[in-house]
């Protein structure tokens, strides 16, 4: 049996609370990782882009960490997101996970524009510094950066990244990571490649819509990734069942989206903070029919 690490299983990125006034909810924030870890994830992943990281004040940001920390149960793992626009801000926001508890990182590459090679292995290399483990972030479409396969390797044979989330969508990836880093542990970004990812051999996912209904996104995820031919037929039905709200994590508007299921599924979405606004009628519409459909056939 492989050894459980701390990006191992479902860590949710979780979405932050907000106040009317638009300041944060911390006791609400506290509560939600207490009821997801009552719920049966993993752990949690605070200052994600779902927890809006890029629109915190400093004291904001490290607030939210030593809140997830206090707020999480032993054995429940918090994966620090500490992606920044400068590779000294991601080096000192890892220290302060560390200093607060955290039991690993997860960290974009550079973001402020689109870094060279040597750019981006000397930036794993600054916040491998801090001395937790690094789980890398492949987003091209938001960072402009692509940590391609080779370059995950070379950066894992430097011992600045134990596992990679990868959220382009193009599962064809984990094959070649896996033959050029066997030893690199696959993480799935996107909750609408679930089933496929599972398949390729993840063991854990950086997840989304576990923010409003865990019990059965957490189902998904263990027959996904069993090994065993015989949990396919049900994972199978519950994505083919899911998959048309899963999609929504991979949306330009899924912060938004992912609230707005939390507030029909009973949690606390509430709104965001500028600039992401309302979403279209047309949208919200569709993404509550989704929903409502999940929670009507029995997901939650």
């Given at each position: 049996?492989?050894?459980?690490?701390?990006?191992?299983?479902?860590?949710?990125?979780?979405?932050?609370?907000?106040r009317?006034?638009?300041?944060?909810?911390?006791?609400?924030?506290?509560?939600?990782?207490?009821?997801?870890?009552?719920?049966?994830?993993?752990?949690?992943a605070p200052n994600g882009s779902l927890g809006e990281y890029q629109t915190l004040t400093d004291e904001e940001r490290a607030r939210v960490i030593t809140t997830a920390v206090e707020a999480?149960?032993?054995?429940?793992?918090?994966?620090?997101?500490?992606?920044?626009?400068?590779?000294l801000q991601s080096e000192r926001w890892a220290q302060q996970a560390a200093e607060a508890g955290a039991d690993?990182?997860?960290?974009?590459?550079?973001?402020?524009?689109?870094?060279n090679h040597e750019e981006v292995v000397e930036h794993y290399r600054r916040v491998g510094k801090a001395g937790l483990p690094i789980v890398g972030y492949n987003n091209p479409i938001d960072t402009k950066v692509d940590l391609t396969p080779e370059l995950i390797a070379r950066i894992h044979g430097e011992g600045n990244m134990v596992a990679v989330k990868e959220f382009t969508g193009d599962v064809r990836r984990a094959y070649e990571i896996k033959e050029l880093a066997p030893e690199m542990d696959l993480v799935i970004g996107t909750d609408d490649t679930v089933l496929e990812m599972g398949l390729a051999g993840a063991v854990g996912w950086v997840s989304g819509y576990p923010n409003a209904i865990p019990e059965s996104t957490i189902e998904?995820?263990?027959?996904?990734?069993?090994?065993k031919v015989?949990?396919?037929?049900?994972?199978?039905?519950?994505?083919?069942?899911?998959?048309?709200?899963?999609?929504?994590?991979?949306?330009t508007e899924f912060v938004q989206a992912i609230k707005l299921s939390m507030d029909i599924a009973g949690r606390k979405g509430?709104?965001?903070?500028?600039?992401?606004?309302?979403?279209?009628a047309s949208m919200a519409e569709a993404i509550t029919a989704d929903t409502k459909k999940a929670l009507a056939n029995g997901y939650k």
């Open positions: 049996m492989t050894e459980h690490k701390p990006w191992h299983g479902v860590i949710v990125a979780t979405a932050l609370p907000f009317d006034d638009y300041s944060v909810d911390y006791d609400a924030y506290a509560e939600h990782v207490k009821w997801l870890a009552e719920s049966g994830c993993d752990g949690v999480a149960p032993e054995g429940f793992s918090v994966m620090a997101g500490v992606g920044a626009y400068s590779s690993c990182v997860m960290l974009l590459p550079p973001n402020s524009y689109r870094a998904l995820y263990r027959l996904s990734t069993s090994g015989e949990d396919l037929v049900r994972a199978k039905e519950i994505y083919t069942d899911l998959h048309s709200l899963l999609r929504w994590d991979s949306k509430g709104h965001c903070r500028p600039p992401r606004g309302p979403l279209s």
